[in-house]
Nanobody, 120 residues
Framework: QVQLVESGGGLVQPGGSLRLSCVAS????????MGWYRQAPGNERELVAFTTDGGSTYYADSVKGRFTISRDNAKNTVFLQMNSLKPEDTAVYTC??????????????WGQGTQVTVSS
């Protein structure tokens, strides 16, 4: 079965950087979309960024210019490079992927999340 495993979260000071990684494994024919969501206490889950198999990217306005999403298709991995981090970036970041197990059949999968804390 498909599994998404995230890494790279942690504690960082404002202005610092972190790089999140998410590796998909299992029965994967192809990956259409991979992205990152986040949720802070008291807030709704927010789409941070995603990238498609066609190379398109999307960024939330709150992170545009600071975060960069990329993917390594050969390794079924998506990255989120987070620079100039702010305290308001503190949240649990969760990896998401639309994965094709067979042609024309796809499902959405979620990782367990990784905590990012930006604090001085």
């Amino acid at each position: 079965q498909v599994q998404l495993v995230e890494s790279g979260g942690g504690l960082v000071q404002p202005g610092g950087s972190l790089r999140l990684s998410c590796v998909a494994s299992g029965s994967i024919f192809s990956i259409k979309t991979m992205g990152w969501y986040r949720q802070a206490p008291g807030n709704e889950r927010e789409l941070v960024a995603f990238t498609t198999d066609g190379g398109s990217t999307y960024y939330a306005d709150s992170v545009k210019g600071r975060f960069t999403i990329s993917r390594d298709n050969a390794k079924n991995t998506v990255f989120l490079q987070m620079n100039s981090l702010k305290p308001e970036d503190t949240a649990v970041y969760t990896c998401n992927a639309d994965i094709v197990s067979l042609p024309t059949i796809s499902h959405t999968f979620w990782g367990q999340g990784t905590q990012v804390t930006v604090s001085s």
